[in-house]
C-alpha cells in the first residue's frame, strides 16, 4: 500500500530570516548546461543576489519517477523551483515502457533536469545532493531501510533536512506494523543526528483508495454492495496526489514547518466510510447493499490472507477501525495542519474528485 511506505524526506541548505539565500550562485547549475549557458545563469544569480532577492530553493527528488513522486516532481517545477529528478541511467534510456517515456516528457516540458545517478552509490548520491537546497524523498516500501543512504549522503554534504512522515500515531497490526517499524527507526536515527526535520502526515491517497470506495479486495467502485469494515463511523482522510504535491512543495521553505509534523488533512476530505458510501449513492442515484465487518474478522482476514491483500486489510484497519487519521488533536508545539498553514491552496474535495469517477 503506497501511503503507509511513503516517506518524503526535505533537505534544507541555507536560510536567512526564515528565507533561503544562495550561498554560492554555482550551485544553480544544471547538470549538462555548456560553459556560455552557465555563465550567463551564474552572472543572473548573482544579478539577484546582489538585488537582495531571494531565490527558489532547488529541490531534488529521488523516487521522482513513483506514484507519488511524479507529482511532487511537476508541483515543484510547477511552483517556479528549480527542479531536478535522480533517475538510474538505463531508467533514461531510449528503450523505456510507453508510460516512462510519457513520464520523462512531462518533466522535460515542465523544465525538470533529470539527474542520473543510484540509490545505492554514494558518491552519485552525494553529487546529487550537492547541487541542490532541498532534498523531498518518496522511495518505495523496498528501500525503507535503506532511508539512511540518503541520510548519509545528504551529511556529507554539509546540509540541514526535513524529513517526513508521522509513524508514531495509531496502533497497527501486521504486516502494516513491521513496516512503520522501520520507519520509526529511520525517524529516531534523524532526530538522534540533531538534523532539524519536518514529518509530512499525507494520509490516503485520493486516487488509489477513492477508485475503490476503499474496499480491501474492490478492484473498482461498487455496483450493487459495499463492504465496510467496522461500524463505518470512524473517520479517514483522503488527499488528491496533486495536492499532495502541492502542500510538500510549498513546506519547503517555511519555518513554521521546522521540526514538527505537517498533517495534511482539508477539512472537506475528513469522512466516514458510511459518509464516503453515502455521498457517492446520491451522486449514483442508487442504494447499495451495505455488508459491515466486525473487528475481529478483519483481524482474521489479515492473519489468513496473502501479501498484499493482507496489506491492505491492515492499512483499511489502522484507518477506519484504529482511527490513526482522526483519533487526535494536532498539538501547536509538534504540529500544524497544511490546509490551514496554506489556505490560499484550493484542494479538491472527495466530493469534487468523486466526479471523476461519473
Known sequence: ????????????????????????????????????????????IDRSIERGMAAKSRILVIGATGYIGKHIVLASARHGHPTFALVRETAAAADLNPAKAKLFEDFEAAGVTLVHGNF??????????????????????SQLKDQTKIIDAIKDSGADIKFGNDVDRGHAVEPVKSMLDVKVQIRRAVEA????????????FAGYFLSTLAQAEATGLPTDKVIILGDGNVKAVFVDEDDVGTYTVRAVDDPA???????????????????????WEKKVGKTFEKVYVSEEEVLKKIQESPVPLSLSYATYHLAFIDGDHTNFEIEPSFGVEASELYPDVKYISVDEYLNHYL
Do not use: C, W
Not at 19 to 35: E, F, Q
Not at 122 to 134: C, F, P, Y
Not at 264 to 275: G, W, Y
Open 1 to 44: 500500500m503506497l501511503l503507509l511506505l511513503l516517506i518524503i524526506m526535505l533537505l534544507r541548505r541555507h536560510r536567512v530570516d526564515g528565507v533561503r539565500r544562495l550561498s554560492s550562485p554555482m550551485r544553480l547549475l544544471v547538470i549538462g548546461d555548456t560553459k556560455k549557458q552557465k555563465l550567463r545563469k551564474k552572472r543572473s
Open 120 to 141: 545505492y552509490d554514494h558518491a552519485s548520491l552525494v553529487r546529487a545532493v550537492k547541487q541542490v537546497d532541498v532534498v523531498i524523498s518518496t522511495v518505495g516500501s
Open 193 to 204: 543526528s540533531g538534523i532539524p526535520y519536518t514529518f509530512v502526515a499525507s494520509n490516503f
Open 257 to 279: 514547518t521546522l521540526n514538527k509534523v505537517l498533517y495534511v488533512k482539508p477539512p472537506a476530505n475528513i469522512l466516514s466510510h458510511n459518509e464516503l458510501v453515502s455521498l
